[in-house]
């Protein structure tokens, strides 16, 4: 197929839109095999079935690099009390938080999981999603932790689009460990990873550094597993304070450290020089109403790709539009419309270790979105509208 009659986003280079104004995209399988301008079409593909996509403009398909969508229940009530003055800190510390959605995960059916994931998958397919990453971390026992993993894994079965699975046991000390954090990641978090990875569920391992969750010793501990296994590993740093997370996910290399609300020039520094990327989450800054915005010039500064993503989850980031999304990361953190579009495509891909998509170019994944906008800034810039026209999906309509 021939795809012609399109303004085409490339993201060639990293750097700029990379905008042919008036192109065309040759499709082989699930692969781009040409792109460029309509005039130069090489003969090989001339005689191709043509589709006229009437002049709009072509990215990349979206990639949602951080999400926990799979859990059971709500925390609408936290949500009211934390509009009447109680702090994240707070509720979790009170028995709320990821605890509360815990007993309502353990109780869930795998059923009744996938259901209710879907409705919030179908909302991100419908703005042009093609690629999620969903984590576990809602079982924090080995039975749901592998349930949830098996959820994620159903989704692709039950949608057109990917999935990329984290381990994320070290979320939460349980209730039942609620004193021996240590025991915890012993006893429980690392054998879960270990039975999550021989039944082959786990893509990445990730863990909650902060002080209500787990420390840098602790989160080491199961870095080293994943690292034992050929695992890759990232993690959540720096989200309500700075007790060393990021250096941590530099000194393993991670694919990427997220939230980074609380991370320094120096931890900055420390990703570039490990190729790591920053996951900027601009969700859970606006749900929890933060104060304190990421060091996006730092990252600027020091050549740190910034990746952004919805972290849709039922407490701090309830939002499953990544459209929405990208205009939160311009408007809260002044990132460019063309930042925030790498955020969710080119920087999305390398935020979870993948090369084959993320931009238009020759061999890569033919997965593309068709909008009824003129400008890709148009795509940061609205709010609550869905301009897409048409998603590609391995080169399917």
């Known amino acids: 197929m021939l795809l012609t009659n399109a303004q085409i986003v490339s993201l060639h ?5 990379g905008l042919i104004r008036d192109g065309a995209i040759a499709l082989r399988g699930q692969t781009i095999a040409w792109v460029g301008e309509a005039d130069t079409v090489p003969e090989l593909y001339r005689d191709d079935t043509r589709h006229d996509l009437g002049g709009r403009l072509v990215t990349p398909a979206l990639i949602d690099c951080h999400t926990h969508m799979v859990f059971g229940g709500n925390r609408a009530a936290e949500f009211e009390q934390r509009l009447n003055g109680a702090s994240y800190e707070e509720v979790a510390r009170a028995g709320g938080g990821i605890v509360s959605t815990v007993k309502a995960t353990r109780a869930a059916s795998e059923e009744a999981l996938l259901q209710d994931a879907l409705t919030r998958v179908d909302a991100m397919v419908a703005e042009g999603v093609s690629l999620l990453e969903v984590k576990s971390g809602y079982g924090l026992d080995q039975e749901t932790e592998l349930k ?41 978090c690392i054998p879960a990873l270990r039975a999550a990875h021989a039944e082959g569920l786990v893509d990445a391992v990730d863990g909650f550094c902060e002080g209500i969750a787990f420390d840098t010793a602790q989160i080491a501990r199961v870095f080293d597993v994943a690292v034992e296994l050929g695992l890759p590993v990232k993690l959540h740093a720096e989200q309500l ?13 991670a694919l990427s450290a997220d939230h980074v609300e609380y991370a320094t020039d120096a931890d900055a520094r420390a990703l570039a020089a490990a190729g790591t990327l920053a996951v900027v989450l601009p969700g859970a800054f606006y749900t929890l ?24 989850n039922p407490g701090s980031s309830p939002l499953a539009s990544l459209l929405l999304t990208m205009n939160m990361a311009c408007t809260l953190f002044r990132m460019t419309p063309l930042e925030a ?27 593309l979105c068709v909008w009824d906008v003129s400008h890709p800034a148009e795509l940061s810039y609205r709010i609550g509208f869905n301009p897409l026209h048409q998603r590609i999906f391995k080169g399917v309509l």
């Open 13 to 17: 280079d990293g750097a700029s839109y």
């Open 148 to 188: 949830m993993l098996r959820v994620a894994r159903k989704i692709a079965q039950e949608r057109r689009i990917d999935v990329r699975t984290s381990f994320l046991g070290a979320h939460a000390v349980p209730p039942e460990y609620a004193n021996d954090p240590d025991g915890y990641i012993d006893d429980v």
């Open 241 to 253: 304070s700075n007790i060393g997370g990021t250096q941590l996910a530099a000194r393993y290399g």
């Open 289 to 312: 109403r933060e104060t304190q915005v990421p060091p996006i010039q730092a990252f600027r500064e020091h050549g740190v790709p910034m990746a952004l993503a919805t972290d849709c």
């Open 341 to 367: 579009l790498l955020g969710v495509t080119t920087h999305a891909a390398m935020a979870l270790g993948l090369s084959d998509r993320g931009r238009i170019a020759p061999d890569m994944r033919a997965d």
